[in-house]
């Protein structure tokens, strides 16, 4: 089990631009107990892509985690809700 089980669901909505897009953050555990940042991203409402990337550590995945996080907040997407976190 992962030490970090953070999620993070983001949103960017531009009504004058039509633009409503989400991107989703998630440091989850593989099947093989590697730890692993899985993102996803696309139009609200639509199918978008997904990506998952395994690291050899669950510090080095949680740095990275937030180093996304971080590029999201400055292009504008804005959290929403706490994705089931612990509070």
Not at 3 to 27: E, G, V
Not at 31 to 37: I, P, Q, R
Not at 46 to 66: M, W, Y
Request: charged letters at 25%.
């Amino acid at each position: 089990m992962a030490l970090y089980p953070f999620k993070l669901y983001c949103q960017r909505i531009d009504a004058t631009r039509n633009m409503a897009r989400y991107y989703m953050l998630a440091i989850e555990t593989t099947l093989f107990g590697e730890t692993a940042v899985v993102r996803s991203w696309g139009r609200i409402g639509k199918r978008g892509g997904i990506k998952c990337e395994v690291f050899p550590t669950e510090g080095d995945a949680a740095r990275h985690f937030l180093e996304l996080a971080r590029r999201k907040r400055q292009k504008g997407y804005i959290p929403v809700g706490n994705c089931g976190n612990a509070t």
